[in-house]
């Protein structure tokens, strides 16, 4: 999955990641995050 956006330099975002179970227990949902796979391609300013 690759998420894009425009941002404005110095401006606070957060990301919101949201999953959807359907209410069958015999299907449960996840979501695995690679670590480091949140990398910025664009300079957001000086912290």
């Known amino acids: 999955m690759t998420a894009t956006a425009n941002t404005i ?15 069958n227990y015999r299907f449960d949902s996840a979501v ?8 910025l391609t664009t300079d957001l300013g000086p912290r």
């Open 9 to 23: 330099p110095n401006e606070t975002y957060h990301v919101k990641l949201v999953i959807a179970d359907e209410q």
């Open 32 to 39: 695995f995050l690679e670590a480091g796979s949140f990398k």
